[in-house]
């Protein structure tokens, strides 16, 4: 398969079209043989033979280059070669008045840009020398040597003049070249510092957040039990409780006090930790009957109107209490809200992998496609329209922080379903 050019390594173009370029200038000279053959009046079979042996040596070079791909023998010298072969034309094709001269300067380019300037002046003072002598012996019998020295002369400080340009305008590019690497790789340097710079902010705005939302969800939390201890308390100050219903109150007081230290605890960990606005995981051992009872409690539902059932009666679960309780309270708070008048059921049911808690209310349920947006926070529907929005949110994180999953179905007969599917270790 051949090699596409644009597919060739870069320094092997470059020797190519050195190739292209040298059997260019031979052929020019065959064809300048052909067309004056006077040049080489004095000498002609040798120059033939000169001719003859560079065309051979660039036809070579150029079926070595097409088939290899790369020269045997350095540029460097090749290009001396050229530069020998040049001088020896020049002396057989009229000295001073050879067309040859001008491949002189495409030599002496060549070998500053191969070597840099210094040695590119020193050759071109040596193919000065060298032009002179060719000129004083092969000029014909009308120059004389004042005018081959002149020739020699004009044509050294000619190549010496292209040797320094040269040099010139490689430092020029050389220095281009540079200043288009630092500008690069400071715009590197400055993106990169523009993406550790947006990395930082995203993480401050996203921990700021996160502090925010547990501020949101402490403030939430805490109005429930803060309010049935301000009316407990108020009910026992001022005697109206007594007997059991002072021990019941008495009772209640106790859980919603633990119930704020455990609060307190996940603020605290908020503090010190990642920013998440649910706390710490403390699992522990969980009678789900009890926990049917504290929820109803929580959230504020009286007897006649909550009806709870266990599946079985004494099952117990290993989980975080808090979160759970957390969890079921804000269902049942929501659900008692949009219940009115009718019943709240909770039924909790596990079967040693799963437990499942459903929270059924009364209520006017979700419009159609609305079970989603109501767990997004700072959403709320109905005549709740307008306050934080945070009871669902919150549950729907709780849930999502213990690796269950929160659904909201519609009740038959009408109302919601709210559904928590939660896997758990055996107790």
Same mark, same amino acid.
């Given at each position: 398969?051949s ?12 020797e190519?079209q ?16 052909v ?15 000169l001719?003859g042996?560079?065309?051979?040596y ?8 097409v088939?290899?791909g790369?020269?045997?023998v350095r540029?460097a ?11 020896l ?5 009229g000295?001073?008045?050879s067309?040859m001269?001008a491949?002189?300067?495409l030599v002496?380019? /060549?070998i500053? @840009?191969?070597?840099?300037?210094? !040695?590119?002046? +020193?050759? %071109? &003072?040596g193919?000065? #020398?060298?032009? =002179?002598? /060719?000129?004083? @012996?092969?000029?014909g019998?009308g !120059?004389?040597? +004042?005018d %081959? &020295?002149?020739a020699g #002369?004009?044509? =050294?400080?000619?190549l010496?003049?292209?040797?320094v340009?040269?040099?010139?305008l490689?430092?020029l &590019?050389?220095r281009q ?7 690069r790789?400071?715009a ?9 710079e ?12 996160a ?7 402490v403030?939430h939390?805490?109005r429930?039990?803060?309010?049935s201890?301000?009316a407990?308390?108020?009910?026992l ?7 059991e ?5 008495s009772?209640?007081?106790?859980d ?12 605290a960990?908020?503090?010190v930790?990642?920013g ?31 009806r ?7 099952a117990?679960?290993?989980?975080d ?18 219940s009115?008048d ?6 909790l ?10 929270v ?9 496609g ?7 926070k ?8 307008g306050?934080a929005g ?6 729907e994180?709780?849930?999502s922080a ?8 519609p009740r038959e007969?009408g ?13």
């Amino acid at each position: 398969m051949s090699t596409q050019p644009d597919e060739l390594p870069e320094r092997t173009r470059e020797e190519r079209q050195a190739v292209v370029l040298r059997l260019c200038v031979v052929l020019a000279a065959v064809a300048l043989l052909v067309l004056r053959p006077d040049l080489a009046a004095q000498r002609p079979a040798v120059a033939a033979v000169l001719i003859g042996l560079t065309a051979v040596y660039a036809a070579a070079l150029a079926a070595i280059s097409v088939l290899r791909g790369r020269l045997p023998v350095r540029p460097a010298v090749l290009t001396g070669v050229d530069g020998v072969l040049a001088l020896l034309a020049c002396g057989l094709t009229g000295g001073v008045a050879s067309p040859m001269v001008a491949a002189l300067p495409l030599v002496v380019i /060549a070998i500053a @840009l191969r070597g840099g300037h210094r !040695v590119g002046r +020193a050759a %071109a &003072l040596g193919l000065g #020398v060298g032009y =002179t002598v /060719a000129a004083l @012996l092969g000029s014909g019998p009308g !120059v004389t040597a +004042a005018d %081959a &020295l002149t020739a020699g #002369v004009w044509w =050294t400080g000619f190549l010496f003049a292209t040797a320094v340009l040269t040099g010139v305008l490689v430092r020029l &590019l050389e220095r281009q070249l540079a200043d288009i690497a630092t500008t690069r790789a400071r715009a590197e340097s400055e993106h990169e510092r523009y993406l550790s710079e947006r990395a930082l902010r995203d993480r401050i705005v996203s921990q700021s957040r996160a502090r925010l939302d547990g501020a949101r969800v402490v403030l939430h939390e805490f109005r429930t039990p803060v309010a049935s201890l301000t009316a407990l308390s108020a009910d026992l100050a001022a005697g109206r409780l007594t007997g059991e219903p002072a021990r019941t109150a008495s009772r209640l007081l106790a859980d919603h006090a633990a119930h704020l230290q455990e609060m307190l605890d996940g603020l605290a960990d908020l503090a010190v930790a990642d920013g998440s606005p649910l706390g710490r995981n403390r699992p522990r051992r969980v009678v789900l009957a009890e926990l049917a009872d504290a929820v109803g409690d929580a959230a504020g539902i009286s007897a006649p109107r909550r009806r709870a059932t266990v599946e079985p009666p004494d099952a117990a679960v290993l989980c975080d209490p808090q979160r759970l309780r957390r969890l079921l309270t804000n269902l049942a708070e929501n659900a008692a809200r949009h219940s009115g008048d009718e019943p709240v059921d909770l039924h909790l049911a596990h079967d040693g992998a799963v437990l499942v808690a459903e929270v059924r209310d009364r209520g006017p349920g979700l419009p159609p496609g609305q079970e989603g947006v109501v767990t997004a926070k700072g959403v709320a529907l109905g005549e709740r329209r307008g306050t934080a929005g945070l009871g669902l949110w919150i549950a729907e994180a709780l849930a999502s922080a213990m690796d269950g999953e929160l659904s909201l179905l519609p009740r038959e007969g009408g109302g919601l379903v709210a559904r928590l599917s939660l896997p758990l270790p055996p107790a």
